[in-house]
């Protein structure tokens, strides 16, 4: 039987390297595989290039091998949180590689089913496609690193000549990514928003760490139930249902805050 199970979350990761590109699930902080990030964190790897929809936030997530300065280039589409990415990026101190979303999406989808790239709408006519976006600044503030113009083709679509803009697929040396239940084939379950790119990044990476809430046995998940099929795992590091998880911003209606502060009894 082939068993995918590894004792320890600083086990799973202890071969990746200084230097390494991860793709590592999560979107904000829903499905981020924290444990597989604090035991990147405890041993010191540094020279990370990253590909994530985000980077976490000052103090959870990524957020804290950025703030080690372990990462040297972030791909992602949204930095909005997480003030020390910020700083990082304006004082060139990190290179980022700004990619829309759903491009961001399926060039990991892409990456994983063996497509070397596609072409999309997205981006055409912007700066995405002709290129001069800042990836990296220099100490004096001047773009030291610019992103390249990329290929525009027109293709008929219904009829209709539309230009398109071609994207290269991503592949990295690892993915890191969080599930709700896994079995020891590597058979992986997401618990709803959790889901987010958490498959992609797993496609995307020639070796793929999965931390599970949950480890049980082959046969044990409903086949239809199953999210990501074994063949895209790896490693399975089982780290229980109580792991902690944070939530980026608490809101709540105007009732329920009423309802907080009002006297206990009132």
Same mark, same amino acid.
């Given at each position: 039987?082939?068993?995918?199970?590894?004792?320890? *979350?600083?086990?799973?990761?202890?071969?990746?390297?200084?230097?390494?590109? #991860?793709?590592?699930?999560?979107?904000?902080?829903?499905?981020? +595989?924290?444990? #597989?990030?604090?035991?990147?964190?405890?041993?010191?790897?540094?020279?990370?290039?990253?590909?994530?929809?985000?980077?976490? $936030?000052?103090?959870?997530?990524?957020?804290?091998?950025?703030?080690?300065?372990?990462?040297?280039?972030? &791909?992602?589409?949204?930095?909005?949180?997480?003030?020390?990415?910020?700083?990082?990026?304006?004082?060139?101190?990190?290179?980022?590689? #700004?990619?829309?979303?759903?491009?961001?999406?399926?060039?990991?989808?892409?990456?994983?089913?063996?497509?070397?790239?596609?072409?999309?709408? &997205? %981006?055409?006519?912007?700066?995405?496609?002709?290129? %001069?976006? +800042?990836?990296?600044?220099?100490?004096?503030?001047?773009? *030291?690193?610019?992103? +390249?113009?990329?290929?525009?083709?027109?293709?008929? $679509?219904?009829?209709?000549?539309?230009?398109?803009?071609?994207?290269?697929?991503?592949?990295?040396?690892?993915?890191?990514?969080?599930?709700?239940?896994?079995?020891?084939?590597?058979?992986?379950?997401?618990?709803?928003?959790?889901?987010?790119?958490?498959?992609?990044?797993?496609?995307?990476?020639?070796?793929?760490? *999965?931390?599970?809430?949950?480890?049980?046995?082959?046969?044990?998940?409903?086949?239809?139930?199953?999210?990501? +099929?074994?063949?895209?795992?790896?490693?399975?590091?089982?780290?229980?249902?109580?792991?902690?998880?944070?939530?980026?911003?608490? &809101?709540?209606?105007?009732?329920?805050?009423?309802?907080?502060?009002?006297?206990?009894?009132?």
């Amino acid at each position: 039987m082939i068993d995918k199970t590894w004792r320890s *979350a600083a086990e799973a990761v202890a071969d990746i390297p200084d230097g390494a590109s #991860l793709a590592v699930g999560g979107f904000g902080l829903s499905g981020n +595989p924290i444990a #597989l990030i604090e035991a990147l964190l405890a041993q010191g790897t540094s020279d990370l290039s990253i590909v994530s929809n985000n980077c976490g $936030v000052d103090d959870w997530g990524l957020g804290i091998l950025l703030n080690a300065k372990r990462i040297r280039k972030m &791909t992602s589409s949204y930095v909005g949180e997480n003030k020390e990415f910020e700083r990082q990026f304006l004082s060139g101190e990190l290179e980022l590689e #700004l990619t829309p979303q759903g491009t961001l999406a399926e060039k990991l989808r892409a990456g994983g089913s063996g497509i070397a790239a596609f072409y999309t709408q &997205t %981006g055409v006519g912007t700066q995405v496609a002709e290129g %001069g976006l +800042p990836r990296r600044y220099a100490a004096d503030g001047s773009i *030291a690193v610019a992103s +390249p113009v990329k290929d525009v083709r027109s293709f008929d $679509v219904s009829g209709t000549p539309r230009d398109y803009v071609l994207e290269e697929a991503i592949v990295t040396d690892f993915a890191l990514v969080h599930a709700l239940k896994g079995d020891r084939h590597g058979n992986l379950v997401f618990n709803k928003s959790a889901r987010n790119f958490n498959p992609l990044a797993a496609m995307a990476g020639r070796v793929c760490v *999965a931390q599970v809430e949950e480890l049980v046995e082959p046969g044990e998940l409903e086949a239809d139930s199953i999210h990501l +099929p074994g063949i895209y795992v790896h490693r399975i590091v089982e780290v229980g249902s109580d792991i902690e998880k944070r939530i980026e911003r608490r &809101t709540v209606s105007v009732a329920q805050a009423a309802a907080r502060e009002m006297p206990e009894g009132a």
